[in-house]
């Protein structure tokens, strides 16, 4: 069994760092705070030309919830077709209609939009009204795989629920833990959830590195970076299960 890891990359350092400490996959977002945005398309490319391992941008044109208006749906579908254009391997969506329930039929016309790159649905598989249900609309829309923390805060909380929507799936689509996954929880996840795909943000706060700070603007301007070791060891637990 092999098990793959997905890092964040909020920037093209992160991107970077989370490469060189083994990662095999980037979700490529913008605007942590909101939980993930579109990145720009400068921030694509770049990825796409330095990057050798899978990157999937996150295709989501705000922040707050995931139901979306006309206007709305034709930025995602426009952020697709760039996604395409740069020769990224895949993208990760989610929209949901008003009642919890997956917007089946304008999430369908994405994933052939997206084709032939792979497609990811996101945590807003954690705001579904039935995540039974939500499974199979997502498998019948044709989505490679589902982000999920299992309809809790944070993949530890969720663990049972992710555990039994692996079974659910029983491999017609891959489930993906992520939330508040880190080394110090890696094996008791890999252990009670049976999956194979993992998803961090292995998030540090990193430090200005200015000389100079106006103290009038009372202002840390730290940023939020990949912490590259703790990429490794998330990796390196992956691996010695494997062995």
Do not use: W
């Not at 997502?138 to 944070?154: A, D, H, N, Q, Y």
């Not at 929507?165 to 880190?182: D, E, F, H, T, Y």
């Not at 194979?196 to 939020?224: D, G, I, P, Q, W």
């Amino acid at each position: 069994m092999k098990f793959k890891l997905e890092v964040i990359g909020f920037d093209i350092n992160g991107c970077i760092a989370a490469q060189n400490a083994g990662a095999d996959r980037i979700e490529l977002c913008a605007s942590p705070s909101e939980g993930g945005t579109t990145p720009s398309y400068g921030l694509i490319k770049m990825a796409r030309d330095i990057l050798t391992i899978d990157l999937f941008p996150i295709i989501r044109p705000r922040g707050g919830d995931f139901m979306y208006n006309d206007e709305e749906f034709d930025v995602i579908k426009s952020e697709i077709k760039v996604c395409k254009v740069f020769g990224c391997n895949g993208i990760v969506i989610g929209m949901l209609n008003s009642d919890g329930g997956i917007d089946k039929e304008r999430c369908k016309r994405l994933v052939e939009l997206a084709y032939p790159l792979q497609v990811t649905f996101h945590r807003a598989f954690d705001r579904v009204a039935n995540a039974e249900q939500a499974l199979e609309d997502v498998i019948e829309i044709g989505c490679t795989r589902i982000l999920t923390s299992g309809l809790k805060p944070t993949a530890t909380e969720g663990a049972d629920i992710i555990a039994a929507l692996v079974k659910q799936a029983n491999r017609r689509i891959i489930i993906m833990p992520g939330s508040g996954v880190r080394s110090d929880n890696m094996l008791e996840l890999a252990k009670r959830t049976g999956a194979t795909e993992f998803h961090t943000s292995a998030r540090v706060l990193a430090k200005s590195k200015m000389n100079f700070v106006s103290e009038s603007m009372n202002e840390s301007l730290k940023s939020v970076a990949v912490d590259e070791n703790e990429v490794a060891k998330i990796k390196s637990i992956l691996a010695s299960i494997n062995n």
